[in-house]
């Protein structure tokens, strides 16, 4: 079984430059989360999406950041435009339901530099 | 206060120790608690989930939960230097579908 697939890994950018974020998660899984995880900290819930619908997005900025599900398969997560606070890895994970006991399945990461 | 707290650590343990990691939690109706490590660099990935009171045993990890005390703990028997990652505790509102991680703790098992 495939995991959750992220791209890039790795993303360097100016601070006011645009940026995206591509998430393709388990296969035949409704839930879908991003996450930010800041050096030292714990994974903080960004957006939460069940198949194409937002469980939770009560922690996204929304003045710079947006997330999209529109196949309710894989997402894509902006940012624009950065800041030099946005450096963080961001995280996509899956799970098969938001409201079940399931596990959350974590793809690699997309390691995120604002200069 | 944080929804879910851990030890701040960092944690460090001699090889063929026990090292005991805890986690507070504030939202009373959570009824999911998992246990994630992470290497450095790496994704966290799951080691152990519980739902119920009481004890839970996995080979060298025991997961511990006490939903009156909403503290739940993992224990890791004979520590060995595979096991210095950092441990994040996620605690799960299955009616509200939300999950919340606690910051970690660095755990270091010296040999």
């Known amino acids: 079984e495939a995991g959750v697939a992220q791209s890039p890994r790795y993303k360097i950018i100016e601070k006011r430059q645009s940026v995206a974020f591509w998430c393709n998660p388990i296969?035949?899984?409704?839930?879908l989360y991003w996450y930010q995880q800041i050096l030292g900290q714990g994974p903080k819930l960004l957006i939460q999406?069940?198949?194409?619908?937002?469980?939770?997005d009560s922690q996204l900025p929304k003045d710079r950041f947006s997330a999209e599900r529109l196949k309710g398969v894989d997402s894509t997560l902006k940012i624009q435009p950065a800041k030099l606070e946005d450096s963080a890895v961001y995280l996509c994970?899956?799970?098969?339901?938001?409201?079940?006991?399931?596990?959350?399945?974590f793809g690699p990461g997309t390691r995120l530099t604002v200069l | 206060q944080k929804e879910v707290e851990q030890n701040s650590g960092p944690l460090s343990v001699p090889e063929g120790a026990i090292a005991s990691l805890n986690c507070t939690y504030s939202?009373?109706?959570?009824?999911?608690f998992f246990w994630y490590r992470q290497y450095s660099g790496k994704s966290p990935e799951l080691i152990m989930s519980?739902?119920?009171?009481g004890d839970k045993e996995d080979g060298r990890f025991t997961a511990q939960l006490n939903k009156a005390s909403q503290y739940v703990s993992l224990l890791i028997r004979d520590s060995q230097p595979s096991d210095s990652a950092t441990y994040l505790c996620a605690v799960k509102n299955t009616n509200a579908g939300k999950s919340t991680f606690g910051d970690g703790t660095t755990l270091t098992v010296k040999p």
């Open positions: 296969s035949g899984h409704a839930t």
């Open positions: 519980i739902y119920s009171n």
């Open positions: 994970a899956s799970s098969l339901d938001s409201f079940g006991t399931d596990t959350q399945y």
């Open positions: 939202d009373r109706v959570s009824q999911s």
């Open positions: 999406f069940q198949n194409n619908g937002v469980v939770d």
